[in-house]
Nanobody, 124 residues
Framework: QVSLVESGGGLVQAGGSLRLSCAHS????????MGWFRQTPGKEREFVAA????????RYGDSAKGRFTISRDNAKNTVYLQMNSLKPEDPAVYYC?????????????????WGQGTQVTVSS
């Protein structure tokens, strides 16, 4: 069983930055693709970014391109989401997800495990 714990959310002014972290445990083999999604009340979970196990391939949702960067440190079993130039439309609960695959996907249904989420709030 894979466990995911997000941290790093909080309140930041528009234009500021935050770095989210996702510590994962319970999986000692390769092939664990990782992703970040976000969700606001009444809306579907939105794809933000994803990264392959070895970190050679990344993919970003339209809202994240050019502003967010996903990375991972497999020695620390941690995935990061660096968010820069935060906008008033970025507030959401951000979720970390793990998929038992070597390729990356942007659909929530392609991920097997989820964290509890971390709240990001942006003040204008």
């Amino acid at each position: 069983q894979v466990s995911l714990v997000e941290s790093g959310g909080g309140l930041v002014q528009a234009g500021g930055s935050l770095r989210l972290s996702c510590a994962h445990s319970g999986w000692t083999f390769g092939g664990l693709a990782m992703g970040w999604f976000r969700q606001t009340p009444g809306k579907e979970r939105e794809f933000v970014a994803a990264i392959t196990w070895i970190g050679s391939t990344t993919r970003y949702g339209d809202s994240a391109k050019g502003r967010f960067t996903i990375s991972r440190d497999n020695a620390k079993n941690t995935v990061y989401l660096q968010m820069n130039s935060l906008k008033p439309e970025d507030p959401a609960v951000y979720y970390c997800a793990a998929g038992l695959r070597t390729t990356i996907r942007s659909s929530p249904s392609d991920y097997n495990y989820w964290g509890q989420g971390t709240q990001v709030t942006v003040s204008s």
